[in-house]
Every structure is written in structure tokens, then in C-alpha cells.
């Protein structure tokens, strides 16, 4: 599967934008998919993920509540509704699916990655 984000963008704290991650070419509605944000000089996080048929969701503590994360198993995109943005929420936010198994928040449990969209949130 090949997995392209797109959605990010240069706002103002306390807007809001939409990223999205369209999949093809192999196995999507069956996986996990997450968001993960990586910051310079940082490593890669977890920002939020959603179990296979949507029925799970799981938030890092800094986004809960302001962020909210949504699949199309249909259309074969995973989206991330951002709101309230904060300049902490800057970087490079990736979208991966995860392995059949593994914990949420373990980059390496995820087999597959985009290739990432900037967000920058000004103060």
C-alpha cells in the first residue's frame, strides 16, 4: 500500500486545519492507521489512532480533545481534524498503518508510512 498525506499548511494559533492520508494499491480497511508528529530535533510521536473499522480511537494527552481522528474505509482515507492549534503542534505529521498487532503508540509497529505534511502554527 502507498499512502499520501496532504493537508498541511501555515496557520495562526487557535485555527484549525485537516490533513488527510489517501491510501493505494493494497490493504487498508483491515489495519489500524495513525498520525504521528515529529518536531526538529525530535523523534516521531504519536499523535492519534483509529482501529480498523473506526471503533477505537486513541489520542496523545496533548491533542485530546482538540484533535480528532476519522477513517473512510469506503474511500480508503484516514483524516485528522486539528482545532486549537498551538505552536507545540509544529512539525512534520506522518499517517502509517500499523501491523496486525502492536502498540498504538510504537512507530515500529507501523509496516507502512506517507511521506509526511508540514503543519506550522504561529503564535
Known amino acids: 500500500v502507498q499512502l499520501q498525506a496532504s493537508g498541511g499548511g501555515l496557520v495562526q494559533a487557535g485555527g484549525s486545519l485537516r490533513l488527510s492520508c489517501a491510501a493505494s494499491?493494497?490493504?487498508?480497511?483491515?489495519?489500524?492507521m495513525g498520525w504521528f508528529r515529529q518536531a526538529p530535533g525530535n523523534k516521531r510521536d504519536l499523535v492519534a489512532a483509529i482501529r480498523w473499522d473506526g471503533g477505537r480511537t486513541t489520542y496523545a494527552d496533548s491533542v485530546k480533545g482538540r484533535f480528532t481522528i476519522s477513517r473512510d474505509n469506503i474511500g480508503t482515507t484516514v483524516y485528522l481534524q486539528m482545532n486549537a492549534l498551538k505552536p507545540e503542534d509544529t512539525g512534520v505529521y506522518y499517517c502509517?498503518?500499523?501491523?496486525?498487532?502492536?502498540?498504538?503508540?510504537?512507530?515500529?509497529?507501523?509496516?507502512?508510512w506517507g511521506q509526511g505534511t508540514q503543519v506550522t502554527v504561529s503564535s
Open positions: 494499491g493494497g490493504a487498508f480497511s483491515a489495519h489500524a
Open positions: 502509517a498503518r500499523r501491523r496486525d498487532s502492536g502498540s498504538y503508540f510504537y512507530s515500529g509497529a507501523y509496516d507502512t
